[in-house]
C-alpha cells in the first residue's frame, strides 16, 4: 500500500516540477504563443485546484482505493495523449484531463495511509511518503530536463506510464478497500462547478491580458470569474454538505496561514514557472542544466525541513513563518539581479540557494500550523483546504506575473519585474505572519472556543 501511495504521489510530483522545464523546447516545436503556453501548465492548475477537495470527499463516499484507481488510470491515459499530442489545442485540452486525474488520486494517497496505519506507525509512513515526495519533486527538473534534451519533451509524459502500471497492480493486488462510513451521501457538485467556473474565467481573462490586450472581453472574463468565486464562498456557506467547510475559517490560525499560503505560494507558483524560460532562451541553458539549476532550492528545503517541521513546537508559527518569507523575497530579489551573462555560482545558484532556506522555514512549520489549529477530527479537511488555496495560488500566480513578463519590451526585462512582483508578494505575507500570529507556543483557547461554537 505504501509503495502505491508512494508511486502515485511521484507521478504527479514528477510531472509538476518536469514539464517546467521542457516548456520552451515545446514551445518552440509546437510554435505556440506565450498564453498557448501557459495554458499548458494552467489547464492542469485549474482542474487540480477546483476539484482536489471534491476527489477527496468522493475517496471518503465511495471507496479511497477505487477513487485512486480511477484518478491514476485517467493520469496515465491523459499522459499518454499528452506524449501524442499533435498540436497545442490537443496538448492543453490532455493536460486538463491530467488535472482531473490528479484531483482524484492526490488526495487518496494520503487517505489510503491514514486508513492503513495508526499511531506511531502512521507517523512513520507519512514521514517515509513525505521524504519521497521531495525527492520525487527534486528529481523532476533534471528528469524532464534530460528527457528533453536526449529525447523529446514527449518522454516526459510517457515517463508515467510505466509508473502508472505499476501502481494500479499493487493496488488490486494488495491493497484493501476502505470508506468513511460517517461521510455526506450528498457531492458538492454545486460548488465545485462555481469553483471550475470562477478560476477558468478568471485565468482565461488574466491569460489574454498576458498577449497586451486589455480587450473588454477579458477584463469582462475576471470580474465575471471574481464575482463567481464570491457566489462559490456564499454557496459554500449554506448548502448542507460544503466540499469546503466554511466554518474552519472561524479559527484565527488557521484563516491566517491559508491567507499566508495564497501570497506565498502564488508568488513561489508564478515566478518558479519563469525560470526555465530564462535560463534556455536567455542565458542558452541546456534543458538539463536548467532542471539542475533548480536543485539549491529544492536541495535546500529537503535538508532542513525535519529540523524545521518542529520550530512551532518550540517557538510558535510566528517566527518561522516570518522569516522564511522575508528569505524568499530575498531570493526571488536575487533571481531579478543577474544580467544576460555571468557563471552560475555566481548569479542564479545564490538566488536558488536563499529561497530554498526561506521554503525550509515556511514549508513545514506552514503544514504544521494548519494541522494544530483546528480539532484532530477535521485535520484532513484543513489540509485539503490549505493544499486548494496553495494550488489555486499558484494557479493565478503564473498569471499574474505573466502579465508582467509581457508587457515589458524585453524578455530579461520582464523576467526581472516578475521576479521583483514576487517579492513583494512574499513581504506581503511575511507582513501578514508578524501580524496575524501570535508570539509564543501557546495555543489560541479562544479561536478553539469559536470553532466549537460556530460548529
Known sequence: MLVAAILGSAMSFIDSTAVNVSLPVLQREL?????????????????????ILLGGALGDLYGRRLVFGIGIALFAAASLACALAPNVGWLIAARCAQGVGGALSTP??????????????????????????????????????????????????????????IVLLILFLHVPESRDDTAVRRIDVGGATLATLGLGLTVYGLIDMNAGRFSPSAVAAVVIGLAVLGAFVLFERRVPDPMMRCDLFAVRNFSVSNVY?????????????????????????????????????????VAASRWSGGLVGRVGPRLPLLFGAILAGLGFAAYAVPGSGGSYWTTFFPAATILGLGGALFVAPLTTTVM?????????????????????????????????VTAASDYLYGFRGAMLGAALLAFAAAAIAAKGFAGGRRRDTHDEVVFRAGA
Open 31 to 51: 510554435h505556440t504563443t506565450p498564453g498557448q503556453t501557459q495554458w499548458v501548465i494552467e489547464g492542469y492548475a485549474l482542474f487540480l485546484s477546483a476539484l
Open 108 to 165: 487518496g494517497s494520503l487517505s489510503l495511509i491514514s486508513a492503513a496505519y495508526s499511531g506511531e506507525a502512521r507517523g512513520r509512513a507519512i514521514g517515509l511518503w513525505s521524504g519521497f515526495s521531495a525527492l520525487t519533486s527534486a528529481a523532476g527538473p533534471i528528469i524532464g530536463g534530460w528527457l528533453t534534451q536526449s529525447f523529446s519533451w514527449r518522454y516526459v509524459f510517457v515517463i508515467n506510464l510505466p509508473i502508472a502500471a
Open 372 to 404: 494544530n489549529s483546528v480539532p484532530v477530527e477535521h485535520a484532513g479537511v484543513a489540509s485539503g483546504i490549505n493544499n486548494a488555496v496553495a494550488r489555486t495560488a499558484g494557479l493565478i500566480g503564473v498569471t499574474l506575473l505573466g502579465v508582467v
Open 261 to 301: 499560503t495564497f501570497f506565498l505560494y502564488a508568488a513561489l507558483g508564478g515566478s518558479l514557472y519563469f525560470v526555465p524560460f530564462v535560463l534556455i532562451n536567455v542565458h542558452h541553458y541546456t534543458p538539463t542544466a536548467a532542471g539542475a539549476a533548480l536543485l539549491p532550492f529544492i536541495v535546500s528545503m
